[in-house]
C-alpha cells in the first residue's frame, strides 16, 4: 500500500480550496493500492486557509523544536502541523503504507525543497513535516515528479 496527497487526486483540499490533479498520479491510483490523505486537514485545519511556510528550517526542525510553521501574518500553526504529520503517520501504520507519493514543494508533503519561508517563491533544500515524520519512520516518500 502506498499513500497519496489527496489534492494529487483532485480534492480540492489545498490551501486555496483547490487541488492540483495530476494525470499520472491519477493513473497509478487508478491501478488500485493507494491510500489518499491531507496531512493539513487531518491536523485540524479548514478548507480554504492561510497558505504557510516552514520559518528557516526544515521539516524535520519542525519535529524536533528548532523551526515553526507561519502564515504570512505571522500566525503559528506549527501545532496543526505537526498533529498532521502524526496522524498521517498513524494512517500509514494502520494500512501497512511502505511508500508515499506526496506533493512537491509543500510545508507539509514537500520532499527535497520547500519553500523557503519568506513567502517569496524561494526554495530551499528540506522536507516538509509530514515527509520528515514518514521518512523517519522508513516510509520511502516520492513527490508527483517521480511520475512525470
Ligand atoms: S499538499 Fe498535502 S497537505 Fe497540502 S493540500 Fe495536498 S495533501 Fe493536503
Same mark, same amino acid.
Given at each position: 500500500? $502506498?499513500?497519496?496527497?489527496?489534492?494529487?487526486? @483532485? *480534492?480540492?483540499?489545498?490551501? !486555496?480550496? !483547490?487541488?492540483?490533479? =495530476? !494525470?499520472?498520479? /491519477?493513473?497509478? /491510483?487508478? !491501478? #488500485?493500492?493507494? /491510500?489518499?490523505?491531507c496531512p493539513e486537514i487531518l491536523g485540524g485545519q479548514?478548507?480554504?486557509?492561510?497558505?504557510?511556510? *516552514?520559518?528557516? @528550517?526544515? @521539516?524535520?526542525?519542525?519535529?524536533? @523544536? $528548532?523551526?515553526?510553521?507561519? =502564515?504570512? %501574518? #505571522?500566525? =503559528?500553526?506549527?501545532?496543526q502541523f505537526? %498533529?498532521?504529520?502524526?496522524?498521517?503517520? $498513524? *494512517?500509514a501504520k494502520a494500512v501497512g503504507a511502505d511508500e508515499a507519493i506526496l506533493k512537491a514543494r509543500s510545508p507539509s508533503c514537500g520532499c527535497g525543497k520547500t519553500y523557503d519561508g519568506t513567502f517569496s517563491h524561494k526554495l530551499v533544500d528540506g522536507d516538509g513535516v509530514t515527509a520528515a515524520l514518514l521518512k523517519k519512520n522508513g516510509i520511502v516518500v516520492k513527490t508527483e515528479d517521480a511520475y512525470q
Open positions: 500500500m $502506498r499513500l497519496v496527497s489527496a489534492c494529487l487526486l @483532485g *480534492i480540492n483540499c489545498n490551501w !486555496k480550496g !483547490k487541488s492540483s490533479l =495530476d !494525470k499520472k498520479v /491519477f493513473e497509478e /491510483f487508478e !491501478k #488500485g493500492g493507494l /491510500f489518499p490523505v479548514s478548507v480554504p486557509r492561510a497558505n504557510a511556510e *516552514i520559518v528557516e @528550517g526544515t @521539516g524535520m526542525d519542525v519535529l524536533e @523544536g $528548532r523551526a515553526k510553521v507561519m =502564515d504570512p %501574518r #505571522g500566525n =503559528d500553526v506549527t501545532e505537526v %498533529r498532521g504529520a502524526q496522524e498521517t503517520l $498513524r *494512517i
